[in-house]
């Protein structure tokens, strides 16, 4: 093997980690968005706005890229933490005036959709989940149970309806009437999202659309909720070149290098037993919410149920 052989062999190593001038090819950097979005914690990944903003901006701010890749696999999950993470990559994208395009793993759902939204360009998989463009809230009554239990709930508040919904007292029609109320409002703002970033490329009536309903990648692309079905490394060498580069931007890394919410969602939770049980993992306090975390992972669990998962 020549010297010459050797020497491109270690170039092409070493071009991810070089500054954009020195690269052979186009720079497109790539940052992963996995997990459901709202739920992460310091021993297990998700998405929140904290915990990805500032590998958007990272990516963003390589020089000389031609365009930000975004990979999705998301089920779901908090509507204000996919909204902020939206807001945040539409503004990168003004401010940069380079596009953004998204590449399905495999699942784009409600608010993972809402972040796939983002880009001017969606590309799936051949057997991705796109879709479920509604709202739900699930939870459990516990209040039959406690009755047979013999467990008092004792629970004093200053307003009337402070406690609506509380899953250790009966069901009130006016309290669901409310949550109903705020879904619709939520559905309807999703849906307004939606049809600003791809109004010009849907087709189907708004109940088929907007019902909640998910499909794999042929018939999303039917639908123009995505532009295109393939993948990333396909995509984005049929569109620069055989030589474009895809450095993977890093989120915030966590304990045993996994990510950990900023200090946003750290602020949050701080005094509560979820912060005290996440940020302290080799301490007597691990016990603390260990029956929330357990809750919590029976949620996300359910979330990527939903689509076979």
């Not at 532009?227 to 070149?241: C, I, K, P």
Request: with cysteine; proline share 5%; aromatic share 8%.
């Amino acid at each position: 093997m020549s010297d010459g052989s050797l020497f491109s062999r270690f170039r092409r190593g070493l071009e991810p980690l070089l500054p954009a001038r020195m690269r052979s090819g186009i720079t497109v950097p790539v940052v992963r968005l996995h997990g459901a979005i709202g739920m992460a914690t310091p021993l297990r990944p998700g998405i929140t706005f904290s915990g990805v903003a500032k590998a958007l901006e990272r990516a963003f701010a390589v020089k000389g890229a031609k365009a930000v890749a975004l990979l999705i696999n998301s089920p779901g999950g908090s509507p204000v933490q996919s909204h902020l993470v939206f807001r945040r990559i539409r503004a990168l994208a003004q401010e940069k005036e380079i596009p953004v395009f998204a590449f399905v793993e495999d699942v784009a759902a409600s608010g993972g959709y809402m972040l796939a939204c983002a880009a001017d360009e969606i590309v799936a998989d051949r057997f991705s989940i796109v879709g479920s463009i509604g709202v739900v809230s699930a939870g459990f009554g516990f209040n039959r149970a406690i009755d047979k239990l013999g467990i008092d709930r004792r629970v004093y508040t200053a307003g009337t309806r402070k406690v609506i919904l509380d899953p250790f007292q009966p069901e009130h029609p006016e309290d669901v009437a409310k949550l109903k109320t705020i879904q619709r409002e939520i559905h309807e703002q999703f849906v307004d999202l939606v049809k600003e970033r791809r109004g010009g490329v849907l087709s189907g009536s708004d109940d088929t659309l907007f019902s909640g309903e998910f499909w794999a990648s042929g018939e999303a692309l039917e639908h123009g909720l995505i532009d295109a079905v393939g993948d990333m490394r396909s995509f984005l060498r049929a569109r620069y070149g055989e030589k474009v580069e895809t450095p993977l931007i890093e989120t915030a890394g966590g304990w045993f290098g996994r990510r950990r919410p900023g200090v946003g969602a750290l602020a949050a939770l701080e005094g509560t037993e979820w912060f005290s049980a996440d940020l302290a993992p080799f301490g007597s306090s691990v016990g603390a919410g260990l029956a929330d975390r357990l809750v919590a992972s029976a949620e996300e669990r359910a979330l990527w149920g939903r689509y076979g998962l």
